[in-house]
């Protein structure tokens, strides 16, 4: 039976302009290190710079992947959840949305799953370099959890999240948010500041 193998990482820490730091850098060309022994078909990325840069250096360490760009990995809200589907702590974060906006949201998160969430014919390894939300959306997906569970699932920068698809079985996550291959000093990038373990 054939295996589509979705290999889903947030990009390397970037600055507040949106471009990746030295410790992004070291980030993704670590995580391109780990993705060297594995057949590798395809890097897909997000239109945004931090994503794109991560995907480039994660190519060094795959000569001749092709290396990819995909709208429907933009960084994006993919669903705005109702009043009482919104837990307490995130109450006001979604107070600007208008109902055109969570709309196209939702839109791109369906076109997000409908590319990327599906079975294949033959044995595929794809890599997509992306941001917190696609990837929280991709996984509430695989479990088919409420539209609002994207909420609360985060993501490290180079973080690596393993979701495989097969016909006629239900998506299998196999890891989520991986960070082993990175040393601890470049670990736990991308969330506000609290101890870690």
């Not at 992947?65 to 919104?86: G, K, Q, R, S, W």
């Not at 920068?157 to 601890?184: C, K, W």
Request: net charge negative; proline share 7%; glycine share 8%.
């Amino acid at each position: 039976m054939a295996t589509r193998h979705l290999y889903l990482a947030r990009h390397g820490e970037a600055d507040a302009f949106g471009n990746l730091t030295d410790v992004g850098r070291q980030q993704a060309s670590l995580l391109g290190q780990r993705f060297a022994k594995l057949p590798i078909g395809a890097i897909w990325h997000s239109p945004l710079p931090r994503a794109a840069a991560s995907a480039h250096e994660i190519a060094r360490h795959l000569p001749g992947v092709a290396v990819c760009e995909a709208a429907e990995l933009i960084d994006h809200v993919p669903y705005v959840p109702e009043a009482a589907e919104t837990p307490a702590s995130w109450a006001g974060f979604f107070d600007g949305y208008d109902d055109a906006e969570a709309a196209s949201g939702y839109e791109l998160a369906r076109a997000l799953t409908a590319r990327f969430a599906t079975a294949a014919n033959a044995d595929s390894h794809e890599i997509l370099i992306t941001h917190a939300y696609p990837i929280a959306w991709l996984v509430r997906d695989a479990l088919g959890a409420p539209l609002s569970r994207w909420l609360g699932l985060n993501s490290a920068n180079t973080g690596l999240t393993v979701i495989e698809y097969r016909t006629g079985q239900h998506p299998a996550l196999v890891m989520f948010n991986d960070l082993s291959h990175l040393p601890a000093e470049l670990r736990w990038t991308g969330f506000p500041y609290v101890p870690r373990p």
